[in-house]
Nanobody, 121 residues
Framework: QVQLVESGGGLVQAGGSLRLSCAAS????????MGWYRQAQGKQRELVAT???????NYSDSVKGRFTISRDNAKNTVYLQMNSLRPEDTAVYYC???????????????WGQGTQVIVSS
């Protein structure tokens, strides 16, 4: 019943910007941490950034200072503002949410299907 849908990916030139969005919908009682992960072709999936329900953030060293994660709890949505993009940022970006569907459920991780980001040199 719950789904996470990413949007905002695309093709940009190096130095450009993109803003990714991920909206959770369906039966949602509460969401704790949310985050963004990415997987480049031939590479392992890696953490990009996380944000708690209260807004505390963490970033990987490779994106710190360039990317900003934020969320709108009223909309069950997490964002990733990506500036100064580099070719090495090229990857499929996935959003994640630690989510509770109802009082009858515990928290568990949910994942979106991903959105492609391509940065040309």
């Amino acid at each position: 019943q719950v789904q996470l849908v990413e949007s905002g990916g695309g093709l940009v030139q190096a130095g450009g910007s993109l803003r990714l969005s991920c909206a959770a919908s369906g039966s949602i009682f509460g969401i704790n941490d949310m985050g963004w992960y990415r997987q480049a072709q031939g590479k392992q999936r890696e953490l990009v950034a996380t944000i708690t329900r209260r807004g505390s953030t963490n970033y990987s060293d490779s994106v710190k200072g360039r990317f900003t994660i934020s969320r709108d709890n009223a909309k069950n949505t997490v964002y990733l503002q990506m500036n100064s993009l580099r070719p090495e940022d090229t990857a499929v970006y996935y959003c994640n949410a630690d989510l509770r569907e109802s009082v009858l459920h515990g928290y568990k991780a949910y994942w979106g299907q991903g959105t492609q980001v391509i940065v040309s040199s």
